[in-house]
T-cell receptor, first 107, second 122 residues
Framework: DIQMTQSPSSLSASIGDRVTISCRASQGINIYLNWYQQRPGKAPTLLIYGVSSLQSGVPSRFSGSESGAGFTLTISNLQPEDAATYFC?????????FGQGTKLEIK | DVQLVESGGGLVQPGGSLRLSCVASGFTFSMNAMAWVRQAPGKRPEWVSSITGSGHNIYVADSVKGRFTISRDNSKNTLHLQMSSLRVGDTAVYYCAKDLSGGGVRGSFVYWGQGAPITVSS
């Protein structure tokens, strides 16, 4: 199975800040990398698919990219409603696997 | 609007069986791959199974293979998950999810239901 590792596990930032969350796969996953947001008690929602494609209806403050070290989710101009846990997920191979999550707190 | 409404969750003893259903609306059900994803309390989501729009192709996680069966009834816009030989480790919220793709499986889950909690305990 492909292991997905996120960092950091948690972070705290202020309104208006820019934050980045990293995700690394244990093997190559091409462009099959998705990002989800999950608020407490709710189902996950798809933010980004295919590394950098913004899902319809998601604010443009969210963006995804790939670097030599893996994949990155960037949230610009942080808003109160961005407080949530973020998961990366690979859809390159079965079984699809998720990262352990990054909990974002708004100061 | 897309809606996915799960039902059938609850408390079941180890070794027992349960059937989850997910009624879909707001899109052409038969033309979309679907999936079940579960999430144990405080844990990351875990993909369970996917099925193509036609129902002809099915993919199952090893952790549930031989115990869980995904199926769909396109005439009723309904997705099912038949679960048997349930274990304590199967305790989780089970989500029905619509794949981003058309009929084929892509693995990006664009819409999720509200979740059906399942507790396996004696």
């Amino acid at each position: 199975d492909i292991q997905m590792t996120q960092s950091p596990s948690s972070l705290s930032a202020s309104i208006g800040d820019r934050v980045t969350i990293s995700c690394r796969a244990s093997q190559g996953i091409n462009i099959y990398l998705n990002w989800y947001q999950q608020r407490p008690g709710k189902a996950p929602t798809l933010l980004i698919y295919g590394v950098s494609s913004l899902q319809s209806g998601v604010p443009s403050r969210f963006s995804g990219s790939e670097s030599g070290a893996g994949f990155t989710l960037t949230i610009s101009n942080l808003q109160p409603e961005d407080a949530a846990t973020y998961f990366c997920q690979q859809s390159h191979n079965f079984p699809y696997t998720f990262g352990q999550g990054t909990k974002l707190e708004i100061k | 609007d897309v809606q996915l409404v799960e039902s059938g969750g609850g408390l079941v003893q180890p070794g027992g069986s349960l059937r989850l259903s997910c009624v879909a609306s707001g899109f052409t059900f038969s033309m979309n791959a679907m999936a079940w994803v579960r999430q144990a309390p405080g844990k990351r989501p875990e993909w369970v199974s996917s099925i193509t729009g036609s129902g002809h192709n099915i993919y199952v996680a090893d952790s549930v293979k031989g115990r869980f069966t995904i199926s769909r009834d396109n005439s009723k816009n309904t997705l099912h998950l038949q679960m048997s030989s349930l274990r304590v480790g199967d305790t989780a919220v089970y989500y029905c999810a619509k794949d981003l793709s058309g009929g084929g499986v892509r693995g990006s889950f664009v819409y999720w239901g509200q979740g059906a909690p399942i507790t396996v305990s004696s």
